[in-house]
């Protein structure tokens, strides 16, 4: 064997011995901790509230929220999102898209248009022509 690399072995074999050695008195420091005492708890005891005999509690109705659209702020400063490119690339196709020229196109990764194929095929933007092939409906 060459003498320089039979020094850095020796070398890197007293650094392996050292970190074995730092490793096992963190291990004995570990194993010789000792746990904290348990806090003793008292229990507390609640206090009823007196209610008049005579006086009809009436639960309050919360409040009906009316269900508003969601407009994003990527949306409302007109610029375009990774879900509306997807579905613009599909959208200005005649035969359909499939995935694979999705990803060449637009650079995303699978998972990523799977997601948002998957989310416009739910809102009823797009259907499978083929199977991989996607078109507007």
Do not use: C, H, W
């Amino acid at each position: 064997m060459d003498l320089s690399l039979e020094k850095t072995l020796q070398a890197v074999k007293k650094e392996i011995e050292a970190l074995k050695e730092k490793f096992n008195k963190f291990i004995d420091e570990i194993m010789n901790e000792k746990k904290p005492a348990k806090k003793t708890t008292t229990k507390k005891t609640a206090v009823k509230k007196k209610v008049a005999p005579n006086k009809k509690t009436v639960a309050k109705k919360a409040p009906v929220k009316k269900a508003t659209k969601k407009t994003t702020a990527k949306k409302a400063a007109g610029i375009s999102t990774d879900f509306d490119t997807v579905i613009d690339l599909i959208s200005n196709s005649n035969e359909g898209v499939d995935v694979t020229t999705i990803a060449t196109k637009t650079g995303f990764d699978s998972k990523k248009i799977a997601n948002i194929i998957f989310k416009a095929k739910k809102r009823g933007l797009i259907k499978s022509a083929a199977k991989g092939v996607y078109v507007k409906v």
